[in-house]
């Protein structure tokens, strides 16, 4: 199996389907525990709907590039996309965990799990993209 699953993506959430099929495919491919393999996918499918549903205003097809590969005893992953920018990290409001599910803002889970669920996060704004990586220990 390739070390690196590299994917260019619509702006289009029919293709969250192939996403999350070739994003399992290749942690279960290179030993990923379950609990991994679903955390992995349950952030690339936020991230993912965060980015199609907000991230352009213009109407047009744009494409979004999914980078998944090992390194140091982890997995990384990259999303880059040319939409307004944003990052999610800092920008993204906190949920309120404490609230009833009733009286909770829509929202705002995506970027909780990654802080939560994965063992680093970094974003930057190059070259006229969004850049977020995270990363999640295999061992």
């Not at 699953?5 to 942690?27: I, Y």
């Not at 030993?31 to 199609?52: C, H, M, R, W």
């Not at 996309?81 to 309120?96: I, V």
Request: glycine share 10%.
């Amino acid at each position: 199996m390739a070390e690196s699953l590299d994917l260019v993506l619509k702006n289009d959430l029919g293709e969250l389907d192939r996403l999350l099929s070739l994003a399992e495919e290749f942690c279960e491919g290179h030993g990923a525990s379950p609990k991994v393999t679903y955390q992995v996918g349950l952030v690339l499918d936020e991230l993912f709907t965060n980015i199609v549903s907000y991230g352009f205003d213009d109407g047009r097809d744009h494409d979004i590039r999914v980078r998944l590969w090992l390194g140091d005893g982890s997995l990384h992953a990259e999303l880059a996309d040319d939409g307004r920018p944003f990052d999610p990290l800092s920008e993204a409001a906190e949920p309120d965990l404490a609230a009833e599910v009733d009286d909770r803002a829509i929202g705002g889970l995506g970027v909780h799990f990654v802080k939560t669920f994965m063992d680093g996060t970094r974003y930057e704004y190059v070259d006229g993209q969004n850049r977020l990586r995270f990363w999640k220990a295999l061992g």
